[in-house]
């Protein structure tokens, strides 16, 4: 594997383990740490997919860390 399938399949792979958390009730869909494994885990399988110019999973990601910063902006902040 090259450094690109790397940064994707650990991307990804920090996405389905914070679904994996939630699912089995090892941390709420609110706590830091599910927030930050969608972070980074989207940036990083977001990379990877511009690297591979794929522009589906170019947006699905990008939306994704989106979300994950406004999420993580929110936990920050908790009046917004």
Do not use: H
Request: aromatic share 16%.
């Amino acid at each position: 594997m090259q450094a690109v399938d790397w940064l994707g399949f650990i991307g990804v792979f920090q996405i389905l383990l914070a679904y994996f958390l939630n699912v089995t009730g090892r941390v709420s869909n609110n706590s830091l740490a599910f927030i930050l494994l969608n972070l980074v885990g989207a940036i990083m399988a977001c990379a990877a997919s511009i690297l591979l110019d794929y522009l589906p999973f170019i947006i699905l990601e990008g939306i994704w860390a989106l979300i994950a910063l406004y999420s993580f902006i929110k936990y920050k902040k908790p009046n917004l």
